[in-house]
C-alpha cells in the first residue's frame, strides 16, 4: 500500500501528466470537457491513493482511473450534453500548449473517435505499447480478447483511415493549420 | 497508414504533451482540500436519510398493522406499505454501501459494470419512492397519522374516496410516463427534472442495461 503526500503526489502528476491529458484528450474533444475529466481524474487518483497496490505499475494503476473517469464522464455527457459542471474557476490548471498541426495525428484522433468507449481504451493503451497482458490487466479481460479486438479494431481502423486520407487531406489542413 | 504505423503518431503526440505541460501545484493543493472532501458526502449524507426515513417508515407501519392485522384494509395498505418500504430501504442501503466502496482503480470492465448496477439500483429506489408517492400518498398519510397521533384515520375515510384518489394517481402516473417519454429528449431540463423524466419514461433504466449488455459483449471472446 502506497501513503503519499501532496507532494509525492505532485511528483507522481508531474511524471504522468502526459498520460492523463492523453486519455482527457480521446474521450473529450471539447476544452471545457478536457479540463472537468483531468480534474475528475486527479481527485480520483488522490481518493484512490491508500489502496494503490505497488505490485502494479503506477501506470496500470493511473490508466484503469483515467479511463475509468473518462468513459464514466463521457456517458454521462452522452446523456446530458446539455449540462455543464458548474466550476468556480479551474482548480487545476495544466498548462498546455499542444498546438497540434500534425495531419496524421489528426486523423488518427477522428479514428479513435469513431471507435465505442471501451474500444477506445483498448487502442490508447496499444498505442501507449502496452503489451497485451497489460491491456487484459487494465481493462479486466482475457488476454486472448485483447488479441481477437485488437486485431479486429485494426482492420476497422485500416479501413476507415484509409477511406479519410485521400479525399480529407485538404479539409484537415484548414481545420489544424 | 496502419494502427501500428500510428504509435510512432501517437509517441510524438505524448512527448508534445509532456514538453508543453506544467501543473499548477497551488491550484492541485486548493482543489484537493476544497472538491474532494465535499464531492462525494452529499450523495452518502442523502442516502443515509432516506434510509434513516425507509426505517422509520417500516417501524410506523408495523406498529399500525399490528393493532389492525385483522382488518383487511390494513392488511393491504399498511401491509403493502411495508414491503415496498423495506424494498426501497434497502436499496437505499444498498446504495450508500456500495458507493462508499467504489474504487475507481478496479479494471476498467469491472468498476464500469459496479457503477451501472448502482445506477440500475438508484432508478428503482427513485422509481418507486414516486411510485409510492402518487398513487398511494392518501393512505400513506393516513397510516403515518396513526402512528404518530394515535388516531385512527385510516377506518373514518370512505373506502370508495380512497379507491377513487389511488385510480387518479394512476391516471397520473400513465399522462406524466406518456409527456416524460415525449420530452425525454428535451436539453432545457434542470438535473431534477432531467431525472425525473428519464425515470418516468424508463429511458435511464434502458440506458443502464444496455450499458451492461455491451459490457458484456466486451468480456467474450468472440
Known amino acids: ?177 | 497508414m496502419q494502427l501500428d504505423d500510428m504509435k510512432q503518431t501517437w509517441t510524438g503526440h505524448g512527448a508534445n504533451f509532456e514538453r508543453s505541460l506544467a501543473i499548477n501545484e497551488c491550484l492541485l493543493r486548493e482543489m484537493l482540500l476544497r472538491k474532494v472532501r465535499s464531492a462525494f458526502v452529499p450523495f452518502q449524507v442523502l442516502r443515509l436519510l432516506e434510509v434513516a426515513f425507509g426505517i422509520a417508515t417500516i417501524v410506523a407501519a408495523m406498529t399500525v398493522l399490528s393493532n389492525h392485522f385483522t382488518d383487511p384494509r390494513y392488511l393491504m395498505i399498511a401491509g403493502g406499505l411495508s414491503v415496498i418500504a423495506w424494498y426501497v430501504t434497502g436499496l437505499c442501503a444498498y446504495l450508500w454501501y456500495e458507493t462508499a466502496t467504489i474504487d475507481y482503480a478496479d479494471p476498467v470492465t469491472a468498476l464500469q459494470r459496479h457503477i451501472e448496477r448502482i445506477r440500475l439500483a438508484e432508478y428503482r429506489a427513485f422509481k418507486w419512492a414516486l411510485l409510492l408517492g402518487i398513487i398511494a400518498w392518501l393512505p400513506i398519510a393516513l397510516i403515518l397519522f396513526e402512528a404518530l397521533t394515535g388516531i385512527d384515520a385510516l377506518a373514518r375515510v370512505n373506502l370508495a374516496w380512497l379507491i377513487g384518489n389511488m385510480l387518479f394517481g394512476f391516471l397520473c402516473l400513465g399522462i406524466g410516463q406518456v409527456l416524460a417519454r415525449r420530452y425525454v429528449e428535451r436539453t432545457d431540463l434542470t438535473p431534477w427534472g432531467r431525472r425525473l423524466v428519464e425515470t418516468l419514461s424508463d429511458h435511464a433504466v434502458r440506458s443502464a442495461t444496455q450499458h451492461l449488455t455491451e459490457l458484456a459483449q466486451f468480456d467474450r471472446n468472440e
Open chain 1, 1 to 177: 500500500m502506497l501513503s503519499m503526500n501532496i507532494d509525492q503526489f505532485t511528483n507522481l502528476l508531474q511524471r504522468h501528466k502526459g498520460l492523463i491529458h492523453k486519455v482527457a484528450y480521446a474521450y473529450c474533444r471539447d476544452a471545457t470537457d478536457r479540463d472537468d475529466v483531468i480534474q475528475e481524474i486527479v481527485m480520483q487518483l488522490w481518493r484512490s491513493r491508500y489502496r494503490y497496490d505497488d505490485r502494479f505499475q503506477e501506470t496500470t494503476w493511473i490508466y484503469r482511473i483515467a479511463i475509468n473517469v473518462a468513459v464514466s464522464f463521457h456517458r454521462r455527457e452522452r446523456r446530458h450534453r446539455e449540462r455543464r459542471t458548474s466550476l468556480e474557476g479551474p482548480a487545476i490548471t495544466i498548462a498546455a500548449r499542444v498546438a497540434d498541426s500534425n495531419p496524421d495525428l489528426e486523423r488518427l484522433m477522428r479514428s479513435i473517435d469513431d471507435l465505442e468507449e471501451l474500444n477506445k481504451a483498448l487502442v490508447l493503451l496499444y498505442l501507449d505499447g502496452h503489451d497485451h497482458a497489460s491491456i487484459a490487466d487494465v481493462l479486466g479481460i482475457s488476454v486472448s480478447n485483447v488479441g481477437t479486438k485488437l486485431q479486429r479494431i485494426k482492420n476497422k481502423l485500416r479501413a476507415a483511415v484509409d477511406q479519410r486520407q485521400p479525399s480529407n487531406s485538404m479539409g484537415e489542413t484548414h481545420a489544424t493549420g
